[in-house]
């Protein structure tokens, strides 16, 4: 059974920074992309950002040149440093991985992790 387990929010004042990390647990045949999506209170959820196996890359203009998204392939891990935070980052933040179980075409799946809460306030 494939999980992803989340860690690393938290209450940040803003300007601050905040780590996450998202490891993916479980037997998959390989990975096509990790990545993170958020959702704020009465929103609906938004991407964030994504990173490729083959080591594409892609923000949300929101979180350009403040977040930066890297992965541990060997470890099927994903993370998300966010700097410069501002109180309208304050969101849910969910683990998001697109990956294949097998060979097949037909095994294509995408996992959510259970969310971790960034709280960004003075």
């Known amino acids: 059974q494939v999980q992803l387990v989340e860690s690393g929010g938290g209450l940040v004042q803003p300007g601050g920074s905040l780590r996450l990390s998202c490891e993916l647990l479980?037997?998959?045949?390989?990975?096509?992309?990790m990545g993170w999506y958020r959702q704020a209170p009465g929103k609906e959820r938004e991407y964030v950002a994504k990173?490729?196996?083959?080591?594409?890359?892609d923000y949300a203009d929101s979180v350009k040149g403040r977040f930066t998204i890297s992965r541990d392939n060997a470890h099927n891990t994903v993370y998300l440093q966010m700097n410069s935070l501002k109180p309208d980052d304050t969101a849910v933040y969910y683990c998001y991985a697109a990956v294949y179980l097998d060979k097949t075409a037909s095994s294509r799946r995408d996992y959510w992790g259970q969310g971790t809460q960034v709280t960004v306030s003075s």
């Open positions: 479980g037997s998959i045949f390989n990975v096509v992309a």
């Open positions: 990173k490729f196996t083959t080591d594409g890359t």
